[in-house]
């Protein structure tokens, strides 16, 4: 299918021989990067659809990667370009952790990597950019990962506002004090975070719209019937969503916890910890201290045991 999408996009290019060069430059390339694309996706997008974890391309499926470019600044141009070599640079640091650094931070890894294969400056500040900008609120070594970017992001613009996210996500890292909120429950009770001092607590951020959200409420469900009556409270909060949406999902799906509604995706919350999508789960200990900035997912069997660990601190 995209052989056959790619091929007619290039046979109506062709038919207009007198186009500006560049002009061909850029779509040619668009074109191929788009196919490429979704040769590379096919595996995740089809296990995510069908729910099967295990499924595996056959060993004739096409490598998307077979004559990857990381030396021609000029594909910068091409707007699908550095996904395609930030795809490729994902899927090596994969398999390089998983065979020799099992232990490692992946975005280590990852830069890391970035540094050893690319070898143009410009492709190589962008792809650090994207990891500054996009990317730092993941990794469990942020000062690390910072440390190593920054030297090379030549440009102000973006070098300050690499700076700027790393000194928001210092005030809320592991160990340092949660920052508190404010909302209103579906009872309409006022709750805030620091109200729920002396317990554990799991938030789980959310949209009614948000297919992986709704699969994780299962498995939600699970822990809070796990961990009754324990010193944890779990804590939902609806963004980016209407009210009149979250109040009819709360209702028929029956959600327990404690659920809250945030009228705005830009309250202090959300900015402190730097939510740019759902789900996003956090951690918080009995002192209100952060556990997790980006905690695991209900479906993750380890975090029944990690709420077990801390359940047993006093």
């Not at 002396?198 to 009614?208: A, E, P």
Request: charged content about 30%; proline content about 4%.
């Amino acid at each position: 299918m995209a052989d056959s999408v790619y091929n007619v996009q290039m046979d109506f290019l062709k038919q207009y021989p007198g186009l500006d060069s560049d002009l061909v430059f850029l779509e040619s390339n668009y074109i191929k990067y788009e196919k490429l694309m979704k040769i590379a996706d096919y595996q995740a997008f089809r296990r995510f659809l069908t729910g099967d974890k295990d499924f595996k391309v056959s060993e004739n499926f096409p490598d998307p990667y077979k004559d990857v470019d990381l030396s021609n600044a000029d594909l910068l141009q091409v707007s699908n370009y550095l996904h395609y070599a930030e795809s490729y640079l994902k899927d090596q640091a994969y398999k390089l952790k998983k065979e020799n650094y099992p232990l490692s931070d992946f975005y280590l890894v990852y830069v890391r990597l970035i540094n050893d294969k690319v070898k143009n400056d410009k492709i190589k500040e962008e792809l650090f950019y994207k990891v500054g900008r996009w990317e730092l609120n993941y990794t469990s070594q942020l000062d690390s990962v910072y440390n190593f970017i920054i030297p090379y992001l030549k440009k102000e613009k973006h070098k300050k506002e690499v700076e700027d996210i790393y000194k928001k996500l210092k005030k809320t890292a592991n160990g340092e004090m949660a920052p508190d909120f404010k909302l209103v429950s579906i009872t309409g009770d006022t709750v805030s975070l620091s109200q729920l001092k002396g317990n554990l607590v799991y938030i789980d951020i959310w949209s009614t719209w948000c297919l992986p959200c709704i699969k994780e409420i299962p498995n939600l469900k699970k822990l809070q019937k796990q961990f009754e009556g324990k010193e944890i409270k779990f804590v939902s909060i609806c963004k980016n969503d209407s009210k009149e949406r979250w109040e009819k999902m709360v209702k028929e799906k029956e959600l327990g916890g404690i659920q809250l509604f945030a009228p705005d995706e830009n309250i202090p919350f959300f900015t402190d910890f730097i939510v740019q999508g759902v789900p996003r789960f956090i951690f918080i200990g009995k002192d209100g201290r952060i556990i997790e900035r980006y905690a695991k997912r209900p479906s993750n069997p380890k975090l029944a045991e990690e709420i077990e660990k801390y359940l047993k601190q006093q």
